[in-house]
């Protein structure tokens, strides 16, 4: 089976750097995606590691330890539009190479 | 970035009508996905197909099921609405066995059952 946790809910303020993070279990780890869902839309896709170390793409960075079981995500140069859930995903091969989705961390971003 | 999309975006039906939920993606993905949502709630995969004629039960039970006889369609069928469907359906592709396998999803379709 698979086990995906994230804080439920962080809050930051306009400008600053926020760090979410997410551990897992996984029987068949085969890599790790964070997406962005603002409220009543679809996820969109933020950022994948397969391997350990940070990925980085502008102002999101997501970084992965598989023998710790934990990523996060960087989020730097805070703006009111970031303010959205943010869903860790593990990608598992013992499950048909299928995504298990955490419940998200809604991030609200402060003026 | 794929181009996905779903019909129709809302959906507000009475109790014991059948229902179709479109999905058509136009990057020749292979791989596809319906995903369910409540809100504040994790996704949860309901149906997934490799390809033309694959389809396959994901992790939630679901009375829905699903066709794909072209690549680039992927349409969800309840026969029966009931109010607990009420529910955001996500569908997604992705190039299966390529790269990352990324999936990119659709903007939904919010279905309401009264």
């Known amino acids: 089976g698979q086990n995906i946790d994230q804080p439920t809910e962080m809050t930051a303020t306009e400008g600053a750097i926020v760090q979410i993070n997410c551990t897992y279990q996984?029987?068949?780890?085969?890599?790790l995606f964070w997406y962005q869902q603002h409220a009543g839309e679809a996820p969109t896709f933020l950022s994948y590691?397969?391997?350990?170390g940070l990925e980085e793409k502008g102002r999101f960075s997501s970084f992965l330890s598989r023998s710790k079981g934990y990523s996060y995500l960087l989020l730097k140069e805070l703006q009111m539009k970031d303010s959205a859930s943010y869903l860790c995903?593990?990608?598992?091969?013992?499950?048909?190479?299928?995504?298990?989705f955490g419940t998200g961390t809604r991030l609200t971003v402060i003026p | 970035e794929a181009d996905i999309y779903q019909t129709p975006r809302y959906l507000v039906i009475g109790t014991g009508k059948k229902i179709t939920l479109e999905c058509s993606q136009t990057?020749?993905?292979?791989?596809m996905y319906w995903y369910q949502q409540d809100p504040g709630m994790e996704l949860h995969l309901i149906h997934y197909?490799?390809?033309?004629?694959?389809?396959e039960k994901g992790d939630l039970s679901s009375e829905s099921t699903v066709s794909r006889i072209r690549t680039e369609h992927f349409p969800l069928t309840l026969e029966s609405a009931r109010p607990s469907h009420t529910s955001q359906y996500l569908c997604?592709?992705?190039?299966?066995?390529?790269?990352?396998?990324?999936?990119?999803f659709g903007p939904g379709t919010r279905l309401t059952v009264l």
């Open positions: 995903a593990v990608r598992d091969q013992t499950g048909a190479n299928n995504l298990f």
């Open positions: 590691n397969v391997l350990d």
């Open positions: 990057m020749g993905h292979d791989k």
């Open positions: 996984t029987s068949g780890f085969n890599g």
């Open positions: 997604a592709s992705s190039e299966y066995g390529r790269g990352a396998d990324t999936q990119y």
């Open positions: 197909s490799y390809g033309v004629n694959s389809t």
